[in-house]
């Protein structure tokens, strides 16, 4: 059963017309798979402002780097994968986008899920190796 939040704007309609039409609110909640809360809201919402959008605020300040930004960054990293925050940062801020900080490069690059890690340490094959791993894919081939 949906909420009043997750409701489509067709659903919210639906809602609508049918307490319109004298459905009651228990058979409109079962018309459109949601909760009788959900149904009386969007009735009064709609009897009070004329509208049944869930367009809400956002709170907190905005991003600093926008969707271009993100692009941009992922082409700098892309570009030279070992640079450090600080070089990214500083070639970053040389374009024409506001500067930004260091932190919210870092905070950034996480979200877009690129993270530092260090490879894997393993030994390098021998000719001998290399000589006894063929041999042995020639044995067990079939």
Same mark, same amino acid.
Request: charged share 25%; net charge positive.
């Given at each position: 059963? +949906?909420?009043?939040?997750?409701?489509?704007?067709? @659903?919210?309609? &639906? =809602?609508?017309?049918?307490?319109?039409?004298? #459905?009651? /609110?228990?058979?409109?909640?079962?018309?459109?798979?949601?909760?009788?809360?959900?149904?009386?809201? =969007?009735?009064?919402?709609? /009897?009070?402002? +004329?509208?049944?959008?869930? /367009?809400? !605020?956002? *709170? +907190?300040?905005?991003?600093?780097?926008?969707?271009? +930004?993100? &692009? $941009?960054?992922?082409?700098?990293?892309? !570009?030279?994968?070992?640079?450090?925050?600080? !070089?990214? #940062?500083? &070639?970053?801020? %040389?374009?024409?986008?506001?500067? *930004?900080?260091?932190?919210?490069? !870092? $905070?950034?690059?996480?979200?877009?899920?690129?993270?530092? $890690?260090?490879?894997?340490? *393993?030994?390098?094959?021998?000719?001998?190796?290399?000589?006894?791993?063929?041999?042995? %894919? $020639?044995? @067990?081939?079939?």
């Amino acid at each position: 059963m +949906g909420k009043a939040a997750d409701l489509s704007e067709f @659903h919210r309609g &639906q =809602i609508v017309w049918a307490r319109r039409l004298g #459905t009651s /609110i228990t058979k409109t909640a079962r018309l459109v798979d949601c909760s009788r809360a959900a149904v009386v809201s =969007i009735r009064t919402k709609w /009897i009070n402002d +004329g509208d049944t959008s869930s /367009i809400c !605020q956002g *709170v +907190g300040r905005p991003c600093a780097i926008k969707e271009k +930004g993100h &692009q $941009r960054l992922s082409r700098l990293v892309k !570009q030279n994968r070992r640079q450090t925050v600080a !070089q990214l #940062t500083a &070639q970053y801020n %040389a374009g024409p986008s506001t500067s *930004v900080s260091e932190h919210t490069v !870092q $905070r950034t690059l996480l979200d877009m899920g690129l993270c530092n $890690r260090r490879p894997t340490r *393993v030994p390098l094959l021998t000719k001998r190796h290399c000589q006894l791993r063929l041999q042995w %894919a $020639r044995e @067990h081939q079939d």
